[in-house]
């Protein structure tokens, strides 16, 4: 038998208890509240969020079979890392990784990364790079950026092997201009000099 009581004060004032009688034991289930004072048995709580509260969505990405996969999701993180760490240690103005990751989403036409499609990775990927060539092209760059020296030296040589078509497309230009052999041997200003000869040559047919 079920029967509706008002709890006294002290005890669980304010609040509407329902008990159930049982030869074998006193369960008492409470409902409105958990604040309970007392020894009333084995007693079961049960509360009633308000009606008021907001139930947050979690929204869950499943990427599909045309989206960037999970390596691709990595080069693009590593590439987004590095520019923002470059940018920040050349400019005085910091950029964001909000602001980085918003530019990078607005290049893939999307609102998050892992949704990218296969067909405008090349273009995100091309996009970062871009914005790091800039960065890099400064002329306080060489100083403020530890790997300036590295990362000059790479894309001459990427340069010149994937778009140029010949991996020694620089060698005969710092050979006439500096006497030199290899990129390690030019000094800062040198290096920038057959960066910009080797980004402004056209591949030769």
Known sequence: MTKKIEAPEGSAAGRDINTTEAPSNNVHSIFGGTNIIGNQGDIHIQTTPPENKKVKEVVVLNPGPNEISEQQK????????????????????????GAAWSRINKT???????????????????????????????KSAPAKDDQWRAKRIG???????NQLGDPNAYKPYIKKNFKADSLTELSTDEIQRTYTYIFAKKKTI
């Open 108 to 138: 893939g036409g999307v609102t998050k990364y892992a949704m990218i499609p296969q067909a405008k990775f090349k273009k995100v990927v091309a996009f970062i790079k871009k914005e790091m060539g800039q960065l890099r092209n400064m």
């Open 155 to 161: 894309a001459i040589k990427a340069r010149s092997k």
């Open 74 to 97: 990595a080069e693009i993180k590593s590439l987004c890392d590095e520019w923002v760490a470059l940018h920040n240690s050349i400019k005085k103005r910091p950029l964001t990784y």
